[in-house]
């Protein structure tokens, strides 16, 4: 979360990550992240930026809670992610592990950031490598 547009340092409370290899940005790429674009025409991008501010709170906020429905409502407590293709030696598909749970407290985080940002006339800014 951004105060006066600066750029945020890392807060234990109002930031989270994604990385290249993690099962949860997998899984949201195809998914909430497309949403995510469509609705804002930014993009939760691992090598660029994107800021969030305004009526694209709100876009955000809804399509984060729907998100969080979505995954409490599955039964599966971890289940295989694809997060990419080895290309060689030898042609083979790479999975990791989705924990719900730790997705699930992930999103909530994001939604509680969000939420602050509004009630704070702020903006989240979401940076990039």
């Not at 993009?43 to 809670?65: M, N, P, Q, T, V």
Request: glycine content about 6%.
């Amino acid at each position: 979360m951004s105060v006066n547009s600066e750029a945020p340092i890392w807060n234990e409370h109002t930031s989270i990550s994604f990385g290249g290899n993690d099962a949860d940005y997998s899984f949201l790429w195809p998914t909430m992240i497309q949403e995510i674009k469509n609705q804002t025409g930014k993009l939760l991008d691992l090598y660029d930026g994107a800021e969030f501010s305004g009526d694209d709170l709100r876009k955000l906020e809804s399509i984060i809670i729907r998100y969080i429905e979505y995954l409490r409502g599955r039964k599966e407590a971890i289940w295989d992610v694809s997060i990419g293709t080895q290309l060689g030696p030898v042609k083979n598909e790479i999975f990791r592990p989705l924990v719900k749970t730790d997705l699930v407290n992930k999103l909530e985080k994001f939604l509680h950031t969000v939420r602050l940002a509004k009630e704070r006339k702020e903006k989240i800014i979401c940076l990039g490598d």
